[in-house]
């Protein structure tokens, strides 16, 4: 029987990995690194038994806050910056292809289909700035690409995605769109603005207990897929926001960044967007291709 002792308690859990079950070698992997850093961070700061429970307590409240239209560890992990560690963990950028950022907890799927330069815009806002987003979705090899469909979707000037404000009517600000022969497309929306992430609940709790605030800066969501390639879950971030240095779930990327310009005569809305996406290649369809 061994004696527990704070040097070998962390070899005595590993080692008990697998001892009466079989699991897989990335089960291994995972377990093995997750138990090594959790008992290192427990040392690293002494952890307390009282702040044992009051963590286990916050997860707690953190589960009963979970339902259908709210997963609050995905928030939790997007405070921490691990939604976004993992993004690019799982999308490494290996050539020109667009970079991808978080997807957030707001995406509705099957938006209204929408014809080129259509505006997704169903409810008016006092003050609003209109926009016309347009660009050209191309291949790594800068080759335009038609009949790629790309879901967009962004907050309201008050600060709320549609589903979660009773004001706004169903789909407000979102729409799918296809790129045309040339590969451009074009939409008619709202100039997104800074909005705080959902923070009345745990979100909330982690967010004080780290100094830190809620907002974001203002942004248009994409999902830009085309049958072939790796979809890209992306957003474009306004130049102009004063949280773009300063965002609350760390996802902004330099080459995300878009110029809100005033419109030309030839537009009838007050901004114009111009922004380009390129799209990797599905490794998958690669391996059939070669076959
Ligand atoms: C969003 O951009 O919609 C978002 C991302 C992460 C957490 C909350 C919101
Ligand atoms: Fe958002």
């Given amino acids: 029987m061994a004696k527990i002792t704070l040097d070998n308690i962390t070899e005595e859990v590993t080692d008990a990995l697998g001892k009466n079950g079989d699991i897989s070698a990335r089960q291994r992997e ?37 339902d259908g239209g709210r997963q609050e560890f995905i928030l939790l992990g997007d405070i921490l910056g691990v939604e976004v560690l993992v993004d690019m ?3 490494p950028v290996t ?24 505006s997704t815009v169903i409810k008016e806002f006092p003050n609003q700035e209109t926009v016309y987003f347009e660009g050209y979705i191309r291949d790594t090899d800068g080759t335009p690409l038609a009949d ?14 549609e589903n979660h404000d009773p004001d706004q009517p169903e789909f407000n600000l979102r729409g799918r769109f296809e790129t045309d022969e040339n590969g451009h ?27 830190h605030h809620p907002m974001r800066p203002g942004h248009m969501h994409f999902i830009v ?9 992306s957003q474009i971030y306004d130049s102009s926001s004063k949280n773009l240095d300063n965002d609350s779930v760390f996802a902004v990327k330099e080459s995300l960044i878009g110029e809100f310009r005033k419109a030309g005569p030839d537009l009838d809305t007050d901004l114009h967007v111009a922004f380009d996406f390129r799209l990797k290649k599905d490794a998958a369809s690669d391996r059939i291709a070669a076959e």
């Fill in 185 to 211: 497309y074009a939409f008619r929306a709202l100039r997104p603005v800074d909005y705080p992430i959902p923070d009345n609940e745990t979100a909330g709790e982690l967010l004080r207990f780290m100094g």
């Fill in 148 to 161: 790629v469909t790309i879901d967009v979707w962004e907050d309201a000037p008050n600060g709320l995605y």
């Fill in 30 to 66: 995972i377990m093995t690194s997750l138990i090594k850093h959790l008992h290192g961070f427990c040392k690293d700061v002494k952890l307390q038994h009282h702040e044992f429970i009051a963590a286990c307590q916050f997860l707690a409240r953190a589960g009963a806050v979970c």
């Fill in 225 to 233: 897929s085309k049958d072939g390639y790796r979809p890209l879950i």
């Fill in 89 to 91: 963990l799982s999308n």
């Fill in 95 to 118: 050539g020109t292809e667009s970079e991808s950022t978080v997807l957030g907890p707001f995406y509705r799927e099957n938006p209204p289909v929408l014809p080129k330069g259509a």
